[in-house]
């Protein structure tokens, strides 16, 4: 099945059906983190967003995207946590069901969140295969429509809606970063903010220790024999085909960081922008960091993706 | 010495003095927390004001209210730490000096963000009496002009200047929750929000550690003998003379909140609405969640006072 990418017009369309549901989150700023940068920092908080990440953005335009009969039946998906939970959520805002399915070892207070939020819970084993093969079953078994955590459609679009927004509130940024993991945020949010602004710069981070989007962009065809090992838990995914598509049309440049730089980057943001930040999204600041000449004197808007963390088990 | 209130003119003044400073803090809301509280809270963070504090208002007005002569003999204080950050920050806009006495046993955060902004930091032993020695000694040598952390009258309308913003942002509260240490904030929220809103009703939550302006409320006359044994390390002050008056004229209402319950409401700021915030802030909820027949289906204003945390000594 060929997923395609969504168009500037779908994203608009996703913008109109999230505007009900979603936050408009707000962008912050710190004085510490800027002089450490040497570029002035746009923080798009989505850990501030509803299921404390972007992902009810694309999970929620979605769920509204389907039609009447296709969204009784229900929603389904496999998530290692933020896809979930928001998913569960987009579901309720329709009175619709979700199935999401969890890969074993996936952080706690994630369970908890996807679990509090409605939805009902099926495990499997932490690979790609399992995951996939677990969905594939549920949505033969419930007849419920796969919501694919990143390589969907309208996932993409709703990832998008950050752009539009993130540069509603800061129209004068010269480069913007996201991480990736599967790459939904980074395929949509490039859609739409080279739509509107086609001369941005565009960055995405990602952990050494899951970098298949890095080689895969080197390769020039999607490396899918990577093992994730990351303690950035939201971005062990592999990228999608029309995701690595994405990042190769809108240029969007790859910068590789190791744990322990996002791991500091994360007590950062904690510590100077008072953020509860999880550490994948931590990945866009040390991103910032450590390619310190890509963004020197710039604008930079720097996506913080999610905030859902143990706080039993701080990764420091 | 007599201190008099700030009058609402002189808060005002202060808003703009202020505003080429300070932030305008987002005011944020959690569909989960209000479903704890069931009230609908609006929680104004000024754990994102500049110094991560909202202490910046007051000691910021103070600074600019000083006369030319006076501000260039620089700015004294004692402080746990909030208030000597923001008045160092505060010095630094006018290029003036300042001086912070500082009790042994203060937080390694705060300390540090002192010694960052640019002050001189003075130790001393972490009781009452031995910070006003030592300050007034400070000021003696130096001349410079004494900033206390809350009885001055320019700091009481500084703090102040965030209920005329909170306010504003959200127009239709019912009722407005601060956290009461030496009463600074919660004399200057009163005095502004009254005059611009006579019928809200007012709240202070207080440690059960430091319970003084409970005391002092019950008794009619300050009580000074309260030894401080609370977590709440922003809450340990004696509330001052002026602050207590205008709790008293404000009829604040002062709900007792313990350690524990301080602890737990701060995790759950920490986990829901994905803010970093002080032990000490976290009592306005804990009092919220507390005392819930006084605030079942009301809008209420949660101020957030700070978020100047030692992440690697978090009190869970």
């Not at 509090?116 to 093969?133: I, N, S």
């Given at each position: ?55 009810f ?23 290692s ?15 619709i ?10 952080v ?28 594939a ?20 679009a ?15 940024l ?77 240029r969007v440049?790859?910068?590789t ?18 953020q ?41």
């Amino acid at each position: 099945m060929t997923v395609s990418l969504p168009s500037f017009a779908q994203i608009q369309d996703a913008a109109a059906r999230l505007a009900p549901h979603a936050r408009v989150t707000p962008v912050l700023r710190s004085d510490a983190l800027d002089a450490l940068a040497g570029a002035e920092l746009h923080f798009k908080c989505e850990n501030l967003q509803r299921g404390g990440a972007f992902k009810f953005r694309g999970a929620c335009n979605a769920v509204w995207a389907l039609d009447e009969a296709s969204a009784a039946r229900g929603v389904a998906t496999h998530s290692s946590g933020n896809h979930g939970t928001a998913l569960a959520l987009a579901a309720a805002t329709r009175g619709i069901r979700a199935h999401v399915v969890v890969p074993e070892g996936a952080v706690r207070a994630k369970l908890e969140a996807i679990e509090r939020a409605g939805a009902v819970l099926h495990r499997c084993a932490p690979t790609q295969a399992a995951r996939e093969a677990a969905t594939a079953q549920l949505v033969q078994a419930t007849g419920a429509m796969l919501v694919h955590p990143y390589a969907d459609t309208q996932v993409m679009a709703g990832q998008g809606t950050l752009a539009l927004e993130l540069l509603a509130q800061a129209p004068a940024l010269d480069a913007l970063v996201t991480p990736v993991g599967g790459g939904g945020l980074a395929a949509g949010v490039a859609t739409a903010a080279h739509a509107l602004r086609p001369e941005l710069a565009l960055f995405a981070a990602e952990p050494a220790g899951a970098d298949d989007a890095a080689r895969s962009l080197a390769r020039g065809e999607r490396v899918t024999d990577v093992v994730p090992q990351t303690v950035c838990d939201g971005l062990r995914a592999l990228v999608g085909e029309p995701n690595l598509q994405a990042l190769r049309e809108h240029r969007v440049e790859i910068v590789t960081v190791s744990d322990e730089e996002a791991v500091e980057a994360m007590r950062l943001l904690w510590r100077e922008l008072k953020q509860v930040v999880e550490v994948s999204s931590a990945t866009a600041l040390a991103a910032v960091l450590k390619a310190k000449d890509r963004f020197a004197g710039r604008r930079v808007g720097v996506v913080l993706t999610g905030g859902n963390v143990d706080l039993d088990a701080l990764p420091w």
